[in-house]
């Protein structure tokens, strides 16, 4: 069915009312809160606080995310999405910890936008540094709300030089706080030379109207509602102006500004303003490159990939469900596509639109928008459907791990019941597994970014498949993939490296650090690594 069938206006409207963004930021900065005070306003909230309570439903009805409640970290991502003025805004909710970037990888190629989060008191933490350079790869622009301004934070200047130094991205103020912690007194918004006053304390779940000032910083009736606090906010926005700090969406889109906004996500302050330039500033889904050129999200039929596969999400149906990310078209229920890997038709039956641990049902879905798909094991990450057929988006590169272990098969009873287990979470993308070939025997390596991931891998093994999973650690840091040709017999008495065969079926060699890597290519000429198995990838990623 083509897009003129269901009539271009239609989708034409609804791509240009969709944002789809993902946030990212370093655990505790406020994620869950800022997402809370999202839904809230957006109305998908009649209280805020049901992102905290649909979490901790999910611990209930969910075995392996107990994990999730005793580490209190968040390993599990999901897509929320609500309206407002108009607008179709979808959130894809990323792990919180650095075990997991990955699967934040992952989740940015299905995302047109990233907001980056942090808190005012600790600027640019190491999780957000590692997450910002994931945006990066993408491209993507990124938005910054510095949170937590109730609280007694850093000097804004020294956010936006952190911002600078550290990231290397510029950033541009688009309000400017007056005070911070028991001085907040709230932000001066530069661009539409208003002041929203921050009158305090309110935690709570109802929606608070900031008081709003219009005028320039000239305005007697400014100066007085700041009264001190005035001097400082005229000196920083003099400091700012006089850098040449102005805001070119261009440049933003192209991922070398960042817009800052500062507010507090605990106390509904600021919240609603940022959604609304956010909202306005960041881009609706473009075209998306595929091995055929950019595909427009108008001018084609229902296309997607799928970015995230996730098995046993509710034990009691012990179900898979693959999440893709509709690029172009009209996604139609019920509808007949084309899955372009195998090259086989697929009825997209089952369908539903995730509401954090909720799901319903869904008749169509647009460019930007996530559909979880039942999926009963034809999907990989990376998939593209599409009722053309004959074009592949560009896929999803793996990065290379950074932690390895070798299983232990003792139990061969349950051998079995492993092998499905490993390969049930290979293709979730939670680990990687590689096989080395010794003499007559086959030894199972898995490689993951951190121990964290392992940990998940073995209570989910031991709840979803009964398999206890034992694992040696080995002493590599890093895999990297040959390019051309490769004699595997180059190491074989290498001591610290280990010729070994990917999940499909590639070589790769493990070493224990970059020093053994930049040995090795020193000592075989015409030798070429690739720190990822596709290296074409984050090419076309970009
Ligand atoms: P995360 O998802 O990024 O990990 O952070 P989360 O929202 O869970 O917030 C981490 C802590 O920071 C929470 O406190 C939360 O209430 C607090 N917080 C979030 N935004 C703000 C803010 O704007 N101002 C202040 N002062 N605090 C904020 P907690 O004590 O760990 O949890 P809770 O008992 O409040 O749930």
């Known amino acids: 069915m083509s897009a003129g069938a269901h009539g271009t206006g239609e989708i034409e409207r609804e791509v240009a009312r969709r944002r789809t963004f ?13 997402t809370e005070k999202l839904l809230l306003y957006g109305g998908a909230l009649r209280e805020a606080g049901a992102v905290r309570g649909q979490r901790s439903a999910r611990h209930a009805t969910s075995d392996w995310l107990e994990l999730e409640q005793q580490r209190g970290i968040s390993v599990s991502s999901s897509a929320l999405y609500f309206d407002y003025n108009g607008h179709r805004v979808n959130i894809l909710d990323t792990p919180g910890h650095q075990d997991f970037s990955e699967d934040t990888y992952r989740t940015l190629m299905a995302a047109d936008s990233a907001v980056m989060l942090m808190d005012a008191a600790k600027g640019v933490e190491e999780q957000t540094r590692k997450l910002f350079q994931v945006c990066r790869l993408r491209r993507i622009p990124i938005f910054t709300f ?33 005070g911070s912690g028991a001085q907040f007194r709230g932000v001066y918004d530069r661009m539409r030379e208003r002041l929203l006053l921050y009158s305090g304390g309110e935690h709570g779940t109802t929606r608070v109207d900031q008081e709003v000032f219009e005028g320039t910083l000239d305005d007697p009736e400014i100066r007085e509602v700041l009264g001190s606090g005035y001097d400082d906010l005229a000196e920083n926005l003099e400091l700012i102006q006089g850098a040449g700090a102005e805001l070119d969406l261009e440049a933003v889109q192209a991922g070398e500004q960042t817009p800052m906004f500062f507010g507090s996500a605990l106390t509904n302050y600021a919240v609603e303003p940022f959604l609304e330039r956010f909202l306005s500033m960041a881009p609706c889904p473009g075209a998306r490159l595929s091995d055929q050129g950019g595909i427009d999200p108008v001018g084609h039929p229902f296309s997607g990939f799928v970015f995230k596969i996730q098995a ?69 990450i990376g998939d593209t459907v599409s009722d053309e057929g004959d074009f592949a988006y560009a896929g999803i590169p793996s990065f290379s791990p950074e932690s390895f272990m070798r299983v232990e098969v003792a139990a061969t009873l349950k051998r079995k019941s492993l092998e499905k287990g490993i390969a049930q979470l290979v293709q979730e993308g939670a680990v990687q597994l590689f096989e080395a070939h010794d003499a007559a025997a086959v030894t199972w390596i898995l490689g993951a970014m951190g121990p964290l991931q392992f940990e998940v891998m073995r209570h989910r093994l031991k709840g979803e498949y009964r ?34 065969r990917d999940g499909e079926g590639r070589f790769a060699i493990l070493a224990h650090n970059d020093w053994d890597v930049q040995r090795a290519l020193e000592r075989h000429e015409g030798l070429v690594l690739s720190d990822t198995a596709d290296p074409h990838l984050f090419e076309a990623a970009r």
């Open 22 to 34: 993902a946030i990212i930021s370093h655990p505790d900065a406020g994620k869950t809160t800022l």
């Open 146 to 178: 510095v949170n937590k301004m109730d609280r007694f934070g850093r000097e804004g200047l020294d956010l936006m030089s952190e911002i600078e130094e550290i990231l290397g991205i510029d950033a541009v103020p688009v309000d400017w706080p007056v």
């Open 312 to 380: 046993n999400m509710d034990p009691d149906h012990r179900d898979r469900v693959a999440f893709l990310r509709v690029c172009s078209g009209r996604f139609t229920k019920g509808a007949t596509t084309q899955h372009e890997r195998t090259g086989k038709s697929l009825r997209l039956a089952n369908s539903t639109l995730i509401m954090g641990s909720d799901r319903h049902e869904v008749d169509s879905a647009y460019p930007g928008d996530v559909v979880g798909l039942f999926d009963p094991g034809i999907f990989r």
């Open 467 to 500: 398999v206890d999973l034992e694992l040696t650690s080995l002493p590599f840091k890093l895999a990297r993939w040959p390019q051309g040709d490769f004699d595997p017999d180059l190491f074989r008495h290498a001591e610290r490296i280990k010729v070994v």
